[in-house]
């Protein structure tokens, strides 16, 4: 078997929900062999943002003392890390949302953000985090903005990233203060408008829940469905995922630990009729089949698309197995309608995507006979 196949297989199954003998006899064994690739493993989790959960299951299963001791001291380190950044995360947030309720706004909280304050998974250093995403009534998101600022955040420096105008941005620039783990994005839309046409903010707002918190500050989660559903929209349209046949395992193991956590309070055949309208289906059946595989999950009666999504998961496999068809499908993913419109802001009908394509098609080729690759480029404009 490909050693990256291998990896990605050891690492999915530590984190699978199934807690059963024959598991962590598997485990077990396939540690015991010899064979895996442990500063792949590491390498792949770190990319994956999923090592500290990584951890945080090899030690619930009894497997963490079998590890190679740098692979033990890397894996712990990143973990406590983790662990302190999260506690960093939550403090900033209930001091954040403290200020907001001082001038009657009652925010919320998105992605990351909630898990900190529902138990949404066993480990506190489980979920890896790079910001705050809070949502706040458009109208005064600005003002929210300033607040943060004239209490000593300061806005990132975006330079580079030139195709982002936040005068229309679904969230204003990122802030960060000194001496703080990460970035605090205040949200006047949920999410992008191109996945706002599946869950428009209007809805988010609606239905969206009070979390009971012992810090005496108001403050709301989007309803379980919602959470599902966002997670969907940011990891498999957002961020391309599903249609670069991405594994995108920490996305994944939070959608496994939503469906345990909230069960039957996730609406699943809403969240299906609310992907099928825009087409995007495949994106909710995919991902629930890829949990059910990789992690154990149960899958939920109900969602069509079966067919598509046993290919979607062959196709992972697939480019997992052959790093060179994963290089291929990314390269062509860049000139996908999506990414063209992304990259250089043009409209999405047919003349101005081909131009695009033209143009981009012909800087790749300058690129290569005269300077380092566009990717560089690209990524940082992503």
């Not at 953000?113 to 910001?131: E, N, Q």
């Not at 005496?216 to 670069?244: E, W």
């Amino acid at each position: 078997m490909s050693p990256r196949l291998l990896a990605f297989d050891f690492i999915a199954g530590c984190l699978s929900v199934r807690d059963d003998p024959d598991t962590d006899r598997i485990l077990r064994s396939s540690m015991a062999a010899g064979s895996l690739d442990w500063d792949l493993i590491i390498a792949m989790a770190d990319r994956q943002n999923i090592a500290p959960a990584l951890w945080a299951a090899l030690s619930k299963r009894a497997l963490a003392a079998l590890l190679p001791a740098k692979a033990r001291g890397t894996l712990f380190k990143q973990h406590l890390l983790n662990t302190f950044k999260n506690k960093a995360f939550k403090d900033q947030a209930v001091e954040i949302v403290r200020q907001f309720n001082a001038v009657g706004i009652e925010p919320v909280l998105l992605k990351g953000a909630v898990s900190l304050f529902l138990a949404t998974f066993d480990d506190p250093g489980a979920r890896v985090m790079a910001d705050l995403d809070i949502l706040v009534p458009a109208q005064s998101a600005q003002a929210c903005w300033e607040a943060l600022c004239a209490a000593g955040y300061q806005p990132i420096d975006d330079k580079f990233n030139v195709t982002v105008d936040y005068a229309r941005h679904h969230h204003l620039r990122p802030l960060y203060r000194p001496n703080y783990y990460g970035t605090v994005e205040i949200h006047r839309e949920a999410l992008p408008e191109s996945a706002a046409r599946i869950l428009p903010t209007a809805l988010v707002w609606a239905e969206a829940e009070p979390v009971v918190n012992p810090f005496g500050v108001a403050m709301k989660a989007p309803s379980p469905s919602h959470r599902v559903l966002h997670n969907l929209l940011h990891s498999g349209l957002i961020n391309g995922t599903y249609a670069r046949g991405a594994p995108a395992l920490r996305s994944l193991h939070e959608l496994a630990a939503m469906q345990a956590v909230h069960g039957n309070a996730i609406d699943w055949k809403g969240l299906a009729q609310m992907l099928g309208r825009s087409g995007q289906g495949k994106v909710l059946s995919g991902s629930l089949y890829l949990a059910q595989r990789l992690l154990g999950n149960p899958l939920p009666e109900g969602i069509p698309g079966a067919a598509r999504a046993v290919l979607h998961h062959a196709r992972i496999r697939s480019q997992l197995r052959w790093s060179g068809l994963d290089e291929l499908v990314e390269r062509v993913c860049w000139f996908s309608k999506a990414s063209i419109c992304e990259f250089y802001r043009c409209g999405d009908d047919f003349w101005s995507v081909g131009k695009s394509r033209l143009r981009l098609g012909m800087q790749l080729i300058w690129k290569r006979a005269v300077g380092p690759p566009l990717s560089q480029r690209l990524n940082k404009a992503s």
